[in-house]
């Protein structure tokens, strides 16, 4: 269970972390999980960061409380045209430097790509080629899986993979590469095949925001006090895809 965000355009990076900075001490906005107990719902177990550095992905990480990580304030200092930030809530996995998202990884013959997940998935997930997960989340092993249906049937097979879940909480994701970036949202309403102990469906937290200034666009679990920045909150099943290059935005569904 986690926050993120991803930014692509003209971005300040100072505006992003100090976002995700909000978001994970939960002092953003209410939802299901902190709405009897604001302030106490917090994203403590590491964080990452994926960036574009001279054409080039490249990302940081630490298993530290993002608050209490004095470390996380050096990337204010970088330059770039894309990054995905999150601080992770672990829900399986272990508190370890391997397991923060964002994911990087190198498919042969098709380069680097990122991932990142907000839920939990309990369904079986089955790693087959060479794509292998190095830590033990339920979300690297589905990145590896979602990596190796990209490379074999691009958009509409990674859509495929999202529809065959079938225990999960959430399944809200970023990924790509240099070239686009994808932000998907889709959640479990159905209590009785949510893998928690108390089963209850929590949209408002898993809902995604959409938002667009004249120079950039993000896509976060929560809006952040951007200037200049219009949001809308996207609905479930919808599927954004941003060309990194033009910034052209195209927002699908993933049930067609």
């Known amino acids: 269970m986690c926050r993120m965000i991803l930014a692509a355009g003209k971005i300040e990076m100072t505006q992003l972390v100090d976002g995700l900075l909000l978001m994970a001490s939960d002092r953003n906005e209410l939802h299901e999980n902190n709405r009897d107990r604001h302030g106490g719902f917090t994203h403590e177990d590491g964080w990452g960061v994926v960036f574009l550095e001279n054409g080039e992905l490249r990302d940081r990480k630490s298993q530290l409380y993002c608050l209490n990580d004095p470390e996380i304030n050096a990337l204010k200092t970088i330059s770039t045209g894309l990054a995905l930030l999150h601080a992770r809530l672990a829900s399986s996995g272990r508190r370890g430097v391997q397991d923060p998202h964002p994911f990087l990884k190198t498919f042969p013959g098709l380069g680097n790509f990122y991932f990142t997940h907000n839920g939990t998935i309990r ?19 589905w990145f590896c899986c979602m990596l190796s249906d990209f490379a074999a049937g691009g958009v509409d097979a990674v859509k495929k993979r999202v529809r065959e879940l079938k225990v999960y909480s959430g399944a809200n994701f970023f990924f790509g590469n240099s070239e686009f970036a ?75």
């Open 123 to 141: 369904d079986e997930i089955i790693c087959n080629g060479s794509m292998q997960p190095d830590g033990d989340t339920d979300s690297e092993r």
């Open 182 to 256: 994808l932000a998907a949202v889709h959640y479990n309403l159905d209590p009785e095949s949510i893998p928690t102990a108390r089963g209850i469906p929590t949209p408002e937290y898993y809902t995604m925001k959409l938002g667009k200034s004249a120079e950039a666009i993000y896509v976060s679990s929560e809006k952040i006090p951007i200037p200049g920045v219009e949001w809308r909150t996207l609905a479930e099943g919808e599927l954004v895809l941003i060309n990194l290059r033009t910034l052209e935005c195209s927002v699908s569904s993933i049930y067609c």
